[in-house]
C-alpha cells in the first residue's frame, strides 16, 4: 500500500497544529481526492493565510470499522470528511445529523465537523448535474433518465434527477432487491414524474428513444467488466454519462463513442461533488475551486 494511504493506527500518536480533513473507503489507494483538495486548499492560502496549515489525508476503513472511524476522527478534531465506496450508505446509522438536502438521498458523502457530532450531506447529485451540465451541455430537468445502478451513487443520482424534474426516470438494476428500495425512495418524493424500474436481466429493448443514460454501477472499474447496458440494443440514446473516469473510456463509453452518441466520463463529477464539499467546510465557493480541482485531478491521472 503506498505510504500515504493511511489507517486507523496513524490516529493513535496524531496530532497537527492544522485543520485536516480526509476521505475514507475501501479500498482508497486509487483516490486523487487528496491531490485535488490539497491543490485548491494551496490556492485558497494565498488570500486566506488561515487555510495554509490545512491538509486533506486518505484513510482505508474496512466497512465493520466505520463507526469507530468516525468517532476517533471526530475525537481528533479532523474538520470534514469525504466518504467514498463503500460507506455512503453506512455512514447514515454514524452522524449526529443530515442536511435536509441530503435526506431524501438516504447516503451521505461529506461530513462537517460539528461540537455534538457529524453533520453529514450529500454532493454527488449536486457533482452530477454539474458535470453533465459541463460536459454534455445536458440538463437533467426535463430529460427523459435511464439511471443504471441502484447503490449509493445512484441514490444521490435518482433523488437529484427527481428533485431537479426530470419528465421521466427508469432505473435498470442487476440485483432486484437494491432496485427496490431504490424505487421506494424515489417514488417517496416523485410527485409527477414517470419512475419505473427494470431488473437487467429482465430488460426488454423499449427504453425510451433519447434518453440520457447514466452509469452509477461498478461495471467498468475493471478493463474486464461487461457493459452495464448495451447500447445497441435500445432506443438511441440522446447521450451517456458515465460515473466511473479511471479507466478513463469504460466499454459502455466506447461503445457510445463507436454509435455517435456524445459520451463523457465520470471525472467533471468528481471535480464539481468535491468542490461543493469544500465549499461545506471552507465556504470558498465551489465555482471558484472548481478549475483548480480539474487541473489537479487531470495531472493526478496522468
Ligand atoms: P455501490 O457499491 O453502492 O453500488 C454499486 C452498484 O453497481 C450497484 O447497483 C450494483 O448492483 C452495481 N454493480 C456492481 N457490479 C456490477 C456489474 N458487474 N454489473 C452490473 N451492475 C453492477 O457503489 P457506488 O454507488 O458508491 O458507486 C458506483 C460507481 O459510481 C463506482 O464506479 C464509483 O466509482 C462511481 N462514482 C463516481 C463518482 C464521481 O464523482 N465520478 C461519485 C460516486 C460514485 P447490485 O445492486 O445488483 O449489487
Known sequence: MSPDVLTLQ??????????SLAVLGHPIEHSISPAMHNAALRHLAATRPELGSWQYFRFDVEPA????????????????????VPHKILALDCVASIDEAARPCGA???????ERGWRGFNTDGYGLAAGIRDTLHCELAGAKIVLLGAGGAARGAAVECVQRGCASLTIINRSRESLDALLALVRSIGGAVAIRGVVAAEMTPEITAGALVINATSAGLRSTDAMPL????????????DMIYNPPRTALLREADRLGIPAANGLSMLVHQGAKALEIWTAAPAHVTAPLMDAAARAALR
Open 10 to 19: 496513524n490516529l493513535e500518536a496524531w496530532s497537527r497544529a492544522g485543520a
Open 65 to 84: 470499522s466505520l463507526p469507530e472511524a468516525l468517532e476517533r476522527l471526530h475525537q481528533k478534531g479532523f474538520r470534514g470528511l469525504n466518504l467514498t
Open 108 to 114: 451521505v458523502n461529506t461530513l462537517l465537523w460539528q
Open 230 to 241: 448495451n447500447l445497441a440494443q435500445v432506443n438511441r440514446p440522446a447521450a451517456v454519462f
